[in-house]
């Protein structure tokens, strides 16, 4: 057995090999560190200084800003795309803010729903607003895409990050009224948090009018009207008037059939309120559920207009049932449809086809005289309309499992036990 031979390596090995080892050093800390500043931001950890300083965060200022970056459109984006434009708008954040102002700690994070958030740590005199301007033209000359920028600066201790985070958090949720190209101060959605918004009864009234006449064009002015109406009013007020109007146009557009379905519908309606990013795609969003609401109602129309005519088709057999010369194309002459268009619709409303149902109403009427008179099964036969002969007791012993004979006598048999 050979032994492996000892190696001299040389001093640009030796270095090189150093610094790859120092890479891996620095990245594993910089995810620590970002770990440590996501469970922060999230309220999972309380902020302990030993592991701040092993890990290089330093928190000595006694103000807070958490600005949170997010890709506008992400259902558009690439998840793979999405961890690279975070990972560049993390690495170019951190930069900018540090920058902005001396005495200025930043550290990133990507959030689990997808946003980078920032912690920077400074002292009371502090604007980012240019780096936000600076950060979001690199990313679209870098990638192509917009992003929103919310954010929140206070005096606190380390204790009250999460605090912090929730505001820019919430501040962010008004990205659906203002334009991506504003950045969002948390002070803004304060104001408008404390503004009471009375839900416009009218314009639903309007609207439900409108789509139960099937009039998009002015369903969507009104629907329009109703978004004008409310955007000025804090963002909980926004969610809360549209849903309670979306569940009024599904309440309104509920058939026996999709009752169930809709029992759920107010669950579904806030997720995807919560999705939206403008005001012109909250009126789209709006607009859609009333397209729905015309398509069901006009189906609905449909529907019973069916209903109608399978029912005056049952009538009409009900009365002519005994005629021999009762048929399908009888029947389509009768209610002035084609042959086609009354099977198909007498099925899908009955669940069962013309020409069965005419000898099912036949074979019925047989059997009840066969029990309760002593007619001839070959009289009877004519009686109901069924041709007599070999063809009558084939098809009555198929039907029954009997002959006419043999049916009669077991039934009145089973009638006097």
């Given at each position: 057995m050979?032994?492996?031979?000892?190696?001299i390596?040389?001093?640009?090995?030796?270095?090189?090999?150093?610094?790859?080892?120092?890479?891996?050093?620095?990245?594993?800390?910089s995810?620590?560190?970002?770990?440590?500043?996501?469970?922060?931001?999230?309220?999972?950890?309380?902020?302990?200084?030993?592991?701040?300083?092993?890990?290089?965060?330093?928190?000595?200022?006694?103000?807070?800003?958490?600005?949170?970056?997010?890709?506008?459109?992400?259902?558009?984006?690439?998840?793979?795309?999405?961890s690279?434009?975070?990972?560049?708008?993390?690495?170019?954040?951190?930069?900018?803010?540090?920058?902005?102002?001396?005495?200025?700690?930043?550290?990133?994070?990507?959030?689990?729903?997808?946003?980078?958030?920032f912690?920077?740590?400074?002292g009371?005199?502090?604007?980012?607003?240019?780096?936000?301007?600076?950060?979001?033209?690199?990313?679209?000359?870098?990638?192509?895409?917009?992003?929103?920028?919310?954010?929140?600066?206070?005096k606190?201790?380390?204790?009250?990050?999460?605090?912090?985070?929730?505001?820019?958090?919430?501040a962010?949720?008004?990205?659906?009224?203002?334009?991506?190209?504003?950045?969002?101060?948390?002070?803004?959605?304060e104001?408008?948090?404390?503004?009471?918004?009375?839900?416009?009864?009218?314009?639903?009234?309007?609207?439900?009018?409108?789509?139960?006449?099937?009039?998009?064009?002015?369903?969507?002015?009104?629907?329009?009207?109703?978004?004008?109406?409310?955007?000025?009013?804090?963002?909980?007020?926004?969610?809360?008037?549209?849903?309670?109007?979306?569940?009024?146009?599904?309440?309104?557009?509920?058939?026996?059939?999709?009752?169930?379905?809709?029992?759920?519908?107010?669950?579904?309606?806030?997720?995807?309120?919560?999705?939206?990013?403008s005001?012109e795609?909250?009126?789209?969003?709006?607009?859609?559920?009333?397209?729905?609401?015309?398509?069901?109602?006009?189906?609905?129309?449909?529907?019973?207009?069916?209903?109608?005519?399978?029912?005056?088709?049952?009538?009409?057999?009900?009365?002519?049932?005994?005629?021999?010369?009762?048929?399908?194309?009888?029947?389509?002459?009768y209610?002035?449809?084609?042959?086609?268009?009354?099977?198909?619709?007498?099925?899908a409303?009955?669940?069962?086809?013309?020409?069965?149902?005419?000898?099912?109403?036949?074979?019925?009427?047989?059997?009840?005289?066969?029990i309760?008179?002593?007619?001839?099964?070959?009289?009877?036969?004519?009686?109901?309309g069924?041709?007599?002969?070999?063809?009558f007791?084939?098809?009555?012993?198929?039907?029954?499992?009997?002959?006419p004979?043999?049916?009669?006598?077991a039934h009145?048999?089973?009638?006097?036990?």
């Amino acid at each position: 057995m050979f032994e492996r031979p000892f190696v001299i390596k040389s001093r640009k090995q030796q270095r090189s090999e150093s610094s790859h080892v120092h890479t891996l050093e620095h990245k594993n800390a910089s995810n620590e560190r970002g770990r440590f500043i996501r469970r922060l931001l999230s309220g999972v950890a309380q902020f302990n200084p030993r592991i701040a300083a092993e890990l290089g965060v330093s928190l000595d200022n006694e103000y807070f800003t958490v600005v949170i970056f997010r890709i506008n459109r992400t259902d558009e984006t690439d998840t793979s795309d999405l961890s690279t434009i975070n990972y560049a708008a993390y690495n170019i954040g951190c930069e900018l803010f540090e920058a902005n102002a001396s005495n200025v700690s930043c550290y990133g994070s990507e959030q689990d729903n997808g946003d980078v958030a920032f912690l920077i740590n400074h002292g009371e005199v502090y604007s980012p607003l240019k780096s936000f301007i600076d950060l979001k033209r690199h990313i679209y000359e870098l990638f192509g895409v917009g992003s929103s920028i919310s954010y929140c600066s206070m005096k606190a201790d380390a204790s009250e990050i999460n605090k912090v985070y929730q505001n820019a958090k919430y501040a962010m949720l008004y990205r659906l009224t203002l334009s991506a190209e504003e950045n969002i101060d948390y002070g803004y959605a304060e104001k408008r948090a404390h503004k009471i918004c009375e839900y416009p009864k009218y314009l639903e009234r309007e609207l439900l009018e409108e789509l139960n006449s099937s009039n998009a064009d002015a369903a969507k002015k009104t629907a329009d009207n109703f978004v004008d109406m409310i955007i000025g009013y804090s963002y909980d007020n926004i969610i809360l008037n549209t849903a309670r109007l979306l569940m009024a146009i599904s309440a309104g557009s509920l058939t026996a059939a999709n009752k169930f379905q809709s029992d759920n519908a107010s669950h579904s309606i806030f997720d995807e309120l919560s999705a939206l990013e403008s005001i012109e795609g909250l009126k789209n969003f709006i607009f859609d559920k009333c397209l729905v609401f015309i398509k069901s109602i006009n189906r609905d129309s449909s529907d019973a207009k069916r209903v109608k005519l399978a029912a005056k088709i049952l009538g009409f057999i009900d009365e002519n049932y005994t005629n021999p010369t009762l048929t399908v194309e009888l029947v389509a002459a009768y209610v002035h449809k084609s042959v086609n268009y009354t099977r198909n619709i007498f099925k899908a409303v009955k669940g069962v086809s013309l020409s069965d149902y005419i000898a099912e109403k036949r074979f019925d009427r047989v059997c009840k005289l066969l029990i309760e008179t002593d007619i001839t099964a070959r009289d009877i036969s004519k009686q109901v309309g069924l041709k007599s002969g070999s063809y009558f007791y084939t098809a009555f012993k198929r039907r029954t499992g009997f002959t006419p004979d043999q049916y009669r006598k077991a039934h009145r048999a089973n009638a006097g036990n």
